[in-house]
Structure formats: structure tokens, C-alpha cells
Nanobody
Framework: EVHLVESGGGLVQPGGSLRVSCTTS????????MSWVRQAPGKGPEWISS????????QYASAVKGRFTISRDNAKSTVYLQMSSLKYEDTAVYYC????????????????????????WGRGTQVTVSS
């Protein structure tokens, strides 16, 4: 059975940093791309970032590019999201998700915020940016 478990969320002040993690099991992690998707209260899902199986193709949404860094450790079956220069609008539940398809080598296709692009996801971890 596939499991994705996010951790590391919490309360952080604007301008601060936080790292969230997603530990996985039940599938061959090293052969799959992984993504982070967030959802703020009252809003739809928003794709944040994706990384391919060997970290040679990394993609970011424009809203977080330059502030967030995705990485993975295949030996630990874990994907990370390092967030810095956090803003109030980064407040959301952050989900780790497994894309159904390989990443487009030319960049995001534009449909990454649709849940149907993923075949597994975790329960999420809350990140709250507040002073």
C-alpha cells in the first residue's frame, strides 16, 4: 500500500524559513517524480514544485521560484521542500503528491494544480505564516 506522510509544518513569522518533509513507502520511490501542492482555506489546489526521479528536472511555480527549494533523498524515500522568505500568502496545507506522468522536460504543462494529475498524496501538513 502506498503511503505519503508529510511533516514539519508549523507557525512561522513572515520572512522566516521552514522545511517540510514527505516520507513515502509502498512503491519504488527512486523511479517516480514527486510534487508539492498546497491548498489555502477556501481556495483550490495550487501546484508548487516538482522533481523528477534523479533530480535532473526541477520545476517551480512562479509564486515560489527563488524562495522555495525542492529536493529528494532516494535512499530515504523522502522528498523535501525548503521554504524561505515566507509570506502571509504562503499559509496553506502543503501536500506531497505523486504525479501520474513523467515531468515535461520543457517545463510545467499548466495542469499541475489539478488533483487528477496525481495518483497518490498525503494528508498534508499545515504551514501558517503569521506575526
Amino acid at each position: 500500500e502506498v503511503h505519503l506522510v508529510e511533516s514539519g509544518g508549523g507557525l512561522v513569522q513572515p520572512g522566516g524559513s521552514l522545511r517540510v518533509s514527505c516520507t513515502t513507502s509502498g512503491f519504488f520511490f527512486g523511479q517516480r517524480s514527486m510534487s508539492w501542492v498546497r491548498q489555502a482555506p477556501g481556495k483550490g489546489p495550487e501546484w508548487i514544485s516538482s522533481i523528477n526521479k534523479d533530480s535532473t528536472n526541477i520545476q517551480y511555480a512562479s509564486a515560489v521560484k527563488g524562495r522555495f527549494t525542492i529536493s529528494r533523498d532516494n535512499a530515504k524515500s523522502t522528498v523535501y521542500l525548503q521554504m524561505s522568505s515566507l509570506k502571509y500568502e504562503d499559509t496553506a496545507v502543503y501536500y506531497c503528491a505523486r504525479p501520474r506522468y513523467h515531468l515535461n522536460p520543457h517545463g510545467p504543462r499548466g495542469d499541475e494544480s489539478n488533483w487528477d494529475q496525481y495518483d497518490a498524496w498525503g494528508r498534508g501538513t499545515q504551514v501558517t505564516v503569521s506575526s
